[in-house]
């Protein structure tokens, strides 16, 4: 199974500077769209600098950045991988009072090496799929709002302020507390269905799009997967979005004419090169894996070897 990743990021009409950084086939992005091809397994990620906070912009992009540098597969220890950017954003904070406390949302898809799909979640930035014609969000905003709904201590969000209602209660590079790190394995394959889709976005984009509006785009046939998405955020800044605004696309395929029709454009031999590559990657992984799998099975052969001499020398 070969995934066309397609982000879009904008600073917005009213920001200076855009805090949001996409994570694409370990490419960190801060400006504009890129497009990707490639095979599990992957990251892919939106991380949003959280507001009110100093440093925004610095803190998702040490956590994009960090995140792909990381050689992920299924042995991969996420949590522990979130920790550790968790643990750089405050050190490199306290380094200065333009930066203390910096924070960041990670809102990211893992594609293990046999197409199995994980969200991993922090924050209040969001993943959605789009699948059988419908789409359902994935991910679960970790607001303040949202916590006292849970709890049962508010009948509705409406009983709150906005600015409390959406205040995040978990953030990579808070000097409060370690990053609540939510994981949900999809149930159904990924890319099972021909019209499967996941999409990323931040608060500033899903604060202003209704899933409606995210159904109909996706039915769209007439464009391309990357104007989709800009259109979604052109979209949201029409609705009033006054923040930065960031998506990204990620649709599985399999053949020439399904890349074509993604892209608007036949499968070059550039994009063959890359599928190619990572082809490669893929194989180089499962050599190491066997590698290692047999490595380990000499060791254990060589230890019960010497457990049994030692205990034929005892008796």
Known sequence: MNYYIYGYT??????????????????????????????????????????GEKAGELASQICASTLGAVRFDSTTDLDKCIRSVHNKILRTGVSG???????????????????????????????????????????????YGRFLYEKGEIASMDELPPEMRKAIVSSVGSVLQEPVIEHIRFISPFGEQEDDTVLICSDGLSDFIIKDELEI???????????????????????????????????????????????????????????????RECLEYQERYENLKLEELAENSLKMLFDDLDSFRSK
Request: charge should be negative; hydrophobic fraction near 35%.
């Open 10 to 51: 904008d600073k917005g009409p009213y920001r200076l500077n855009n805090e949001d950084a996409m994570l694409i086939n370990r490419v960190t992005v801060t400006k504009g769209g890129y497009a990707s091809v490639c095979i599990a397994p992957f990251l892919t990620a939106v991380c949003d600098g959280v507001g």
């Open 97 to 143: 009072d333009e930066t203390v406390n910096m924070q960041t949302t990670l809102c990211m898809l893992a594609v293990e090496e046999d197409g199995a799909a994980v969200c991993v979640n922090v924050g209040d930035s969001r993943m959605y799929r789009y699948v059988g014609g419908t789409i359902r969000q994935i991910s679960s905003d970790q607001t």
């Open 217 to 279: 785009a996706m039915k769209i046939s007439s464009m391309t997967f990357s104007e989709k998405l800009e259109a979604l955020c052109q979209l949201a800044i029409r609705n009033g979005s006054t923040d930065n605004i960031s998506i990204i696309g990620i649709k599985p395929w399999e053949t020439p004419e399904q890349y074509e029709a993604l892209t608007g454009s036949p499968l070059t031999n550039k994009r063959n090169e890359d599928a190619v590559r990572a082809q």
